[in-house]
């Protein structure tokens, strides 16, 4: 790992007894891009998109998503406000790798419409479940962000015969208990959270380096790293999802951590450093209630790891589905 300087720097790494942390320095997934990409032109950009979008039925409800490559599947979950583009820096190299990658649009965001019945973080859970079903994946990794770390959680925790491995990316449902008692800062911080929504951004102004820093400085630690089609795409689309009010109330109104301790799949958890959404100290909490769990921890990073530090999170997703 090279920093700045050019000298070799070790990444710090902590010992518990219980898991291994491990504190990653942001140098080491740079290449030629700032952010971690390894060429100048991410796969993602090179891939028709459109011939790799599907609709499922499940029940009565319409699901879209993508899907790349074959082998062992992995399934990606994205956030409050997300999509299935949080995932394409991703998919490629999963797919490179020999999987099965597929990314959904939850009910109410992206392509998929709104549930008939009220948006639940167990509704949710059991709906990928079914999903998941439907499209003929009997057994998979299983992959979530922050709202959506949270419901593969869950569906770990309900569903455990089908899901092979977890991994959880700076994933809610720790700290909703200090939410539910603190409503301002709770307000505050999903105000920081949901910024695009103040603004109506199109190709022209993601470009202007002082709009891009004041409506994803909450969310990304280095808005000017990320390429602005994602942004455009993935987070201030997302945000205007009719899904995005219901499933953020459906956040503080769901306990997870009694049982967390049910989970007994291998489980990475990533989180980032410098995350505003949801605090680093959170992965320690989801790290002490599920045994065996390993925990990353990226230097230099905010909220969507697998965005900002693509490289490094590919390998480290590549090594975990491929460990014994």
């Known amino acids: 790992m090279s920093g700045s300087n050019g000298s070799e720097r070790a990444p710090r790494a902590i010992t518990y007894p219980y898991k291994r942390i491990e504190w990653v320095e942001a140098t080491e997934a740079r290449g030629p891009d700032p952010y971690g990409n390894p060429d100048p032109e991410p796969a993602w950009m090179g891939v028709d998109w459109q011939a790799h979008l599907h609709t499922a039925e499940v029940g009565e409800q319409r699901v879209n998503y993508a899907e790349i490559g074959e082998g062992p599947p992995i399934v990606f979950v994205h956030g409050l406000g997300g999509c299935w583009q949080n995932w394409l820096e991703n998919m490629p190299a999963m797919a490179e790798q020999g999987h099965r990658a597929i990314a959904l649009d939850l009910p109410g965001f992206g392509a998929s419409p709104m549930p008939s019945e009220d948006i639940s973080i167990p509704g949710y859970a059991k709906l990928v479940g079914e999903f998941c079903a439907a499209i003929g994946v009997e057994g998979c990794t299983l992959v ?181």
């Open 144 to 324: 979530g962000n922050s709202m959506g770390g949270f419901i593969a959680a869950a569906v770990a925790v309900d569903e455990p015969t089908w899901v092979q491995r977890l991994v959880l990316v700076s994933a809610a449902g720790i700290s909703h208990a200090t939410m539910r008692k603190q409503p301002i800062e709770v307000a505050a911080r999903m105000t920081v959270a949901a910024n695009p929504l103040l603004l109506k951004f199109d190709m022209p102004s993601m470009k202007r380096p002082g709009l891009r820093r004041i409506a994803f400085g909450g969310i990304v630690r280095h808005p000017l790293h990320l390429r602005p089609e994602l942004l455009l795409e993935q987070m201030v689309n997302g945000f205007a999802a009719p899904g995005v009010v219901p499933a953020a109330v459906a956040l503080t109104g769901y306990d997870l951590l009694d049982r967390l301790e049910r989970i007994h799949i291998p489980t990475l958890i990533v989180w980032g450093r410098d995350d505003l959404v949801v605090p680093a100290s959170d992965a320690t909490g989801y790290a002490e209630r599920i045994d065996g769990s390993q925990l990353v921890v990226f230097d230099d990073c905010g909220h969507v790891a697998m965005l900002e530090r693509p490289v490094r999170f590919n390998r480290l997703l590549g090594e975990f589905t491929a460990a014994a």
